[in-house]
């Protein structure tokens, strides 16, 4: 085993080692169970220091490479397993409700009609080459036309979720350090983890991700930094002008990659801010139609320099290749004709109203919610099983907060998506304040 993990080391640091245990796993040459020998027997006949060895340990446990089990020894880890499993935690609400606000998706009545889109794309237009440009002329005039900056690339992919999957394949590497709000949406968690990334947790209040927390993640190394510009899921966080400038001063001149998952793109009521505007050169802006034109049209698009965004259109060429130019054709539809223009604004009209409607109620009610914009609130509650119960028996879903923290929390949350509340939201709300103040049961401490 040592062996092999000697031919594959590059450097004797604790990284190099680190990337050796982790080129020796993907090769297939350590598997799941493996016992590693001690760290003093690894630094004995690797020719390094046992605090070298130590150290290359704790990157790969913190990265969940390698597990620690007590008089078990150190064995590399089973990813077997490894998926949405913060996703499913966070979604999985069991029996179906009456009235379900757990889901994060957007209200099917608030989205704009396919079908006159539809019935319109008589000429289902082909690449002429399998190589052609993956993004159709029209739709990159839209687009650009509407983009925060001025982006040296653009592209599009099949919804926000694959486009940081590809921004993650193709950027962070094993071990990597990489920012994240905290809370942060689950799936992004997992990704993560999936690629053995190091997430470094970055608060928030409601003007987004704050200043002395992304100083520190900058000072502790990451490569980069996940944000959501706008209606940020679960808080409703959106950036302010002064809050761009901030931080783009304390990423200008750094090596951090900057990726803005713009998710509720249209929906949101504050402006489409961006870093991009400040740190073109660091940036990927992630615009998602999701949420304004429908989940299952799968679009989304990335705009950003043409040195990050062009190792991932390449890659994208072996696997995928391009967006459907059919679905593109649709969006291009949904986003020239007026009728959809204005089902999308009265529906950005109609998840603020909802939004404002539940907040305010929860105000009155003694329950303080962060955040101004989107689709979601995130609640503080004393207990959130509690809370979750609760409204289960009122028939109302929510989601538990934990799968979307990233530090333990010192206060526990639900997510409520009130996009999804159409009516009474006086008394959803109540029932919300109600939950959000009940506890498991009195223990006796
Ligand atoms: C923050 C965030 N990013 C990404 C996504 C996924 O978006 P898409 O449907 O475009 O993949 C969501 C969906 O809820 C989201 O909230």
Redesign the pocket.
Known sequence: MLSEIEQRLDLPTARGLAHAVSRAIGDGVLAPGDRLPSIRMVAQQLGLSPTTVSAAWSALARSGAIQTRGRGGTVIADHRDVGPSRYRRALDVGTPFALDFST??PDPELLPDLRPALRRMERVVQPSRYLDDPVLPELAELLRDDWPFAPERLTVVD????A?QLIVSAHVRFGDRVGVEDPC?P??LDLLESVGAVTVPVGLDDDGPMPVDVRAAVEQGIRALFI?PRA??PTGASLTEKRVSELSRLLRGTDVLVVE?D??GAVASSAGLSLGVAVPEKTLHVR????SHG?DL?V?AIGGPARLLDPLIDRRFLGQGWTSRLLQNVLVDLLTHVPSIRAVERARHAYAQRRAAIVGVLAKNGVAVQGKDGLNIWVPVRDQSAAQLRLATRGIGVASGGPFDVRAAKVEHVRVTTGLVRRDHEGVARHIAEAARSGAWASPR
């Open positions: 994060g998706t919804g926000a979720m694959d940081l949406f799936p992004l959501q940020q899921n998952d998710s509720a998602s139609f999701s949420k989940p799968r989304a």
